[in-house]
């Protein structure tokens, strides 16, 4: 039967049971060799393709697959390999360096002089939670393609295997726009845009050498067109492009590809560029499709990426047959593919594994694999000329049929829809979402009732898990370790972390959190309408994956989920005891969300169960809640214009969950590792008493926003890095606070570390908040910060 070209924008290369996570380690360890690392990579690809291929996917993308991330390797490929590494041996060493830093004594082999170099940055890729290494550009750069590149080599690779690869790159613009000065003196003078044409020739060579290995169909991917875009990116876009295409053979195509946003209001520019095709992802922005039809220069290729590639749930099958059939007939089966929207990187692999799902909830869902069924599934349907047509059809009925059951559950579903959560959140009201008095008047309560020092110190919730807090729970879970004896050790872990934060004399206590692998896991347990995968995997960064919770339905808490443990701690002590909560922003950002509802209903749903959590904290005695929301940031949308309407939720749903308080009760909240400068003024609005922030990393940026803005509220910007086991002296902890005091007055100040120390060791934990107490000490003899503000 006719059918369209199918194909994916990538395979999400980890392996059906992270294999390359295992034979990445393994080789960094020592375990196994570079050859072996090599070959078994190589099978793990084949393997790859041939999933793809046996599930009727006809362009398969080779260049997908990576041993760290894809914008390294582009990186690599030309040759923008910053100074620090350029003495390292090509290959493994000087790559994996460049990924993660490396480290070594002297010694003969290292020509008797100690290394160490730093990583290069990591940054998260748009608005997803895979984490790329940012390039590094000098002032001077010079690109120079590398001999036999590796997208070329696995292009051979698929083509040997009998198959039509379509290499993926990164393309230049984008990769340029991700980039950032190798010296950070130089940021205000960077203009990366100028290697636009200098790149753009060595593309062109690439992609030479990409068609001579016997591509037709070259994926270039430019998920930049889709954010805000100026003259210059622009003129960069022109100038790349035609370089890049300058007198290349016309057998060479280019499939110009978006993703993540809308791009149908840039066709002007977008038709103008020297390329055969456009890809568009219609599951992040269906309504783009007319503009985009409307100026599609004749003769190209349009990719319609229908299937989700970055979420869990099955394809609507009924609508995107009815949305696609009009296009083909329109533009004709050979000038439209179906694809999934973006990577499938971003999605877990198969479903095959998961044994212990909810039945019911399996049907709905669709992973890689079983989104490859899917495409083929369309790449047929979409030629026929109805839905009638298809559903009549002898090979595509029953498939349609399944799915069209499938949704019919998940619409009407009891287990989705619960009518009194949504008839809470209908009920919100804006007193809802208000502290019932300002925060000065309920701070000065606040210090009074807790008993607060000057400078009053704190940590942001975690203490260290260590092995033994690891083996307890695997224990547990092997049925080696019984509920209850797993519960007293944790109770155990509990009061001596307890008796622990006393003896350095911090003054506000926290539990340790040693119950909790995952901040979002852990209420996700708790909470009704999250389900949990046992294989869902995706890539976080390098070779580490997170495995994220699925929101499958309305979310409501059937029970207080942290009172008894917060109750407890507080019962061991004196001192005030913050319960420790996850935000409703974190919660949905870092969990594959539904596709049936806005998110913003979603993190309504959530805000309330947290409401209805820090309510009972409250009752049970708990005078100090912490509402985390580390996550705040990277919910925001692509483009600026869209931030608003973001914030303005997003932010609501904070106040949701953390204003239903006495004006007594204190409310901190956290942030972290992110850059918050810009989205100062909604951090403002959620008027949470006091914000624990990270600062070391990003120092003076944030402290510029403090200095910009003002902040009304009480802060403790954190005072050391905690990602390194390094114990800061209390000197260098004064300094800070006494530059800190530039910016926050003295009764407004908390001292804190940068974020939770579940990472580190018990013995650099206590030598540095120790130095944390006598540096609070010294500030309040001292009388640092005396002066008026
Ligand atoms: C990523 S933010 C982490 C906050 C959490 N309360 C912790 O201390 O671990
Ligand atoms: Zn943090």
Redo the contacts with the bound molecule.
């Keep these: 039967m006719t059918a369209l070209e199918s194909t994916i924008l990538g395979f999400p290369r980890i392996g059906a049971h992270r294999e390359l996570k295992k034979l990445v380690e393994g080789f960094w360890s020592d375990k196994i060799s570079e050859a072996t690392l090599l070959m078994e990579a190589k099978a793990l690809r084949a393997k790859h393709w041939k999933v793809q291929h046996d599930a009727g996917i006809d362009l398969v993308p080779s260049g997908d697959f990576s041993f760290y991330d894809l914008v390294l390797d582009t990186a690599y490929t030309f040759g923008a390999i910053p100074a620090r590494y350029q003495a390292l041996p090509a290959g493994f060493t000087q790559y994996f360096a460049m990924a993660r830093g490396l480290q070594k004594p002297a010694s003969e082999a290292t020509g008797n002089h100690a290394i160490d170099v730093p990583a290069m940055e990591m940054k998260k890729w748009f608005d997803t939670n895979y984490h790329y290494i940012v390039p590094e550009l000098t002032a001077d750069q010079s690109f120079a393609l590398v001999a036999d590149p590796q997208v070329v080599q696995h292009t051979r690779e698929a083509k040997a295997q009998g198959l039509a690869p379509k290499p993926v790159l990164i393309g230049p613009v984008t990769f340029l726009l991700l980039s950032k000065p190798a010296d950070r003196e130089a940021i205000d003078a960077f203009q990366p845009l100028r290697f636009a044409a200098q790149l753009g020739t060595q593309y062109r060579t690439l992609v030479q050498q990409l068609a001579d290995a016997g591509a037709q169909w070259i994926q270039v991917d430019e998920p930049c067109l889709g954010l805000d875009l100026n003259p210059e990116i622009e003129a960069a876009y022109r100038t790349a492009y035609a370089e890049l295409t300058h007198d290349l053979p016309s057998s060479v195509r280019l499939m110009l590809t978006t993703y993540f946003e809308r791009v149908g209001d840039r066709m002007d520019l977008i038709a103008e560029l020297p390329v055969h095709g456009l890809h568009v992802d219609l599951v992040r922005a269906p309504r783009q499709l007319s503009e985009v039809m409307a100026h599609l220069p004749a003769q190209w290729v349009l990719s319609l990426g229908v299937v989700d590639g970055r979420n869990v749930w099955r394809t609507d099958l009924t609508a995107v047959v009815e949305c696609i059939q009009p296009v083909v007939t329109e533009l004709g089966c050979a000038r439209v593919w179906v694809s999934s929207s973006c990577s499938l990187l971003h999605s877990p692999f198969s479903l095959e594994f998961e044994t212990a799902l909810d039945p019911e909830i399996q049907t709905w869902l669709a992973f890689a694999v079983e989104k490859l069924a899917e495409l083929r599934f369309l790449a047929r349907a979409a030629t026929l000329p109805s839905l009638e047509a298809v559903s009549s059809d002898a090979m595509l009925s029953a498939d349609l049929k399944a799915n069209q059951v499938a949704f019919a559950s998940r619409r009407g579903s009891n287990r989705v829809v619960d009518s009194t959560v949504q008839s809470r959140v209908r009920g919100v009201t804006p007193n809802m979402i208000r502290r019932s008095a300002a925060f000065t008047e309920r701070y000065a309560q606040q210090v009074d009732r807790l008993q607060l020092p000057l400078f009053p110190t704190t940590t942001?919730?975690?203490f260290p898990q260590t092995r033994e807090v690891r083996s307890a729970r695997l224990k547990l879970k092997r049925g080696d370790l019984s509920q209850a004896e797993y519960n007293s050790f944790i109770k155990q872990e509990t009061e001596q972390c307890i008796r622990r934060q006393e003896g350095w004399g911090l003054d506000v206590l926290v539990h340790g959190?040693f119950e909790r692998t995952d901040?979002v896991e852990y209420f996700g347990e708790q909470l009704a309408g999250y389900i949990f995968t046992k294989n869902g995997w995706v890539s976080s960064y390098g070779t580490r994956c997170v495995k994220p919770p699925i929101i499958y339905g309305d979310v409501h808490r059937p029970q207080p989920m942290t009172v008894a443990m917060s109750a407890y701690a507080q019962s061991l002590t004196a001192k005030p005891l913050k319960g420790?909560l996850t935000g409703p922003v974190t919660c949905l950002q870092w969990s594959f969300v539904r596709d049936d509802q806005p998110r913003q209903v979603t993190a309504t749903q959530l805000a309330l169960a947290i409401r209805d959590e820090v309510a009972d904290l409250e009752a049970a005695g708990i005078t100090v809640v912490q509402i985390?929301e580390?996550a705040i940031r990277e919910g925001l949308p692509l483009r600026r214009s869209d931030w608003d309407a973001y914030l303005q939720w997003a932010v609501d749903a904070f106040l949701l969950s953390s204003t239903g308080v006495k004006p007594t009760t204190q409310i901190h909240t956290?942030m972290?590792y992110s850059d918050f400068n810009d989205i100062f003024p909604a951090i403002q609005r959620m008027d949470a008493d006091v914000i624990t922030i990270e600062n070391s990393r990003s120092d003076l940026k944030l402290l510029g926003a403090f200095a910009a803005h003002g902040y009304p509220n009480a802060a403790g910007p954190g005072l050391y890095d905690i990602h390194s086991p390094r114990v800061p002296s209390v000197q260098e902890m004064v300094d800070r606070v006494q530059a800190l005091l530039q910016y926050l007055p003295r009764d407004r100040l908390w001292l804190n570390p940068d974020?939770?120390l579940?990472t580190r060791g018990w013995l650099e934990v206590e030598a540095a908040l120790r130095h944390l107490t006598q540096t609070a000490a010294r500030a309040r003899t001292e009388c640092l910060g005396t002066q008026a503000q």
Aim: charged residues 25%; proline residues 8%; aromatic residues 0%.
């Design positions: 942001i919730g975690s959190e901040m420790m985390d580390p956290h972290c974020c939770g579940k």
